[in-house]
């Protein structure tokens, strides 16, 4: 099977360990409009894969900066999920092993870099308006109340 640059995560051999940075900034949150799959065009929480001896900390402040070009200081775990995607023949196409970490926002304003569509600081309205990924509803909800 052969795949593009851009879907050379495709079809893994076992699971992906990725990362989420949930960054609350008033009364808004920080999210991405993804570019690729899996979920993409959809907004979630930024983020993205763990680097081998890279901690889930790290990943996330580094993962964050690369998408949005926000620095933050990322904390404890609030979140794990798995997110997997089978092809229409059944086989596995993306499977990541997901861990959102709280974090605090430091400097900076969203931008769209690397892998990302779009960045932004969103309300409770602005997510009424917009694709936003399921898991990503449900980790807003949880944490921030049943609004978002």
């Known amino acids: 099977m052969t795949t593009t640059a851009r879907d050379a995560k495709a079809y893994p051999l076992t699971p992906r360990a990725a990362v989420g940075a949930v960054v609350v900034r008033g009364e808004r949150v920080l999210l991405v409009q993804r570019r690729d799959p899996p979920s993409a065009g959809q907004w979630a929480i930024p983020g993205g894969s763990v680097r081998l001896g890279e ?16 620095t933050i200081r990322a904390g404890r775990s609030v979140f794990a999920f798995d997110a997997i995607e089978r092809d229409p023949s059944g086989a596995v196409r993306y499977h990541y092993v997901i861990v959102d970490l709280l974090a605090e926002y430091v400097t900076g304003e969203p931008r769209a870099r690397d892998d990302a569509l779009d960045a932004a600081w969103l309300s409770t309205e602005d997510l009424q308006r917009v694709p936003v990924n399921e898991t990503t509803r449900e980790l807003l909800r949880g944490l921030l109340g049943p609004d978002w």
């Open 55 to 70: 901690t889930l900390q790290a990943a996330a402040e580094r993962e964050v900066l690369e998408e949005t070009g926000v």
